[in-house]
């Protein structure tokens, strides 16, 4: 499994959201995606994802166009949104059946007992969605993305909005998906991308301006100001 960007540019009318963008993930990495704000990152993730087309150049996932191959590939790809839009009506489990059955996931009561678990949720799986903190509802947004089991997980700010204890577990969540799947996960919080991630994708103007082992960047908020002021 692998995403390939190749010259990727996305411009709105005058605008140039995206420009000339060249990376390759590969699975076993956790990448961080980075910029500040209108850098490009989610007209970007939405290229990846299929929801637009590109305006010049391509994206790949394991060779086929997300574009063409939407449903084929929406089997492959859990996607958590920035908002992470959920329904608060829905108890967490009967929310995750509601999912399972979109995904046609096989053996789903043995399925969704396997994420709740993963994800922490077994105290609050009966609770309707509203009713959970805003850690716990993230933990379902979670859950809804790797219920399917999907290689290629795309998190945007999967961490928003949590406290520091919160962040932790999430951020331990994440790192125990990392195996054999291509984690994407963009986030402003610059130590957390120090923790979790291998590499880091940086974005200013529509540009990459570095695509860098996180192992080789000493201090990545300095590294961050340097190269998008
Ligand atoms: P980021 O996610 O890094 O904050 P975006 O990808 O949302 O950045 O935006 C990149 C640039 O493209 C910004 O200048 C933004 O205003 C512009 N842009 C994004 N979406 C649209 C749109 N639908 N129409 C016009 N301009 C857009």
Same mark, same amino acid.
């Given at each position: 499994m692998f995403i390939e960007a190749q010259n990727l540019s996305k411009t709105y009318g005058k605008q140039?959201?995206? &420009?000339d963008l060249n990376f390759r993930l590969e699975e076993g990495q956790i990448v961080g995606f980075l910029g500040p704000n209108g850098a490009g990152k989610s007209t970007t993730l939405k290229m990846l994802l299929g929801l637009i087309q590109p305006s010049s150049g391509s994206v790949q996932i394991d060779g086929k166009d997300p574009q063409d191959q939407a449903i084929e590939l929406k089997k492959q790809i859990g996607y958590l949104a $920035?908002?992470?839009?959920?329904?608060? $009506? =829905?108890?967490v489990r009967e929310f995750l059946e509601f999912i399972a059955n979109i995904h046609q996931v096989e053996n789903p009561a043995v399925r969704i007992q396997e994420v709740i678990e993963w994800v922490g949720l077994q105290k609050e799986?009966?609770?309707?969605? &509203?009713?959970?903190?805003k850690g716990y509802q993230q933990r379902v947004g979670i859950a809804l993305a790797i219920l399917h089991d999907p290689k290629i997980l795309i998190l945007d700010?999967?961490?928003?909005?949590?406290?520091p204890n919160q962040r932790d577990e999430i951020r331990d969540l994440i790192k125990s998906l990392q195996k054999n799947r291509i984690i994407l996960f963009s986030s402003h919080l610059l130590s957390e991308v120090e923790a979790i991630c291998d590499r880091v994708l940086l974005i200013h103007q529509g540009k990459l301006v570095s695509d860098s082992p =996180?192992?080789?960047?000493?201090d990545l908020e300095k590294f961050f100001k340097e190269k998008t002021s």
């Open positions: 140039t959201a995206v &420009q $920035e908002n992470n839009p959920l329904y608060p $009506e =829905m108890y799986a009966h609770k309707k969605i &509203q009713e959970l903190s700010e999967p961490t928003s909005g949590l406290d =996180m192992k080789e960047i000493k």
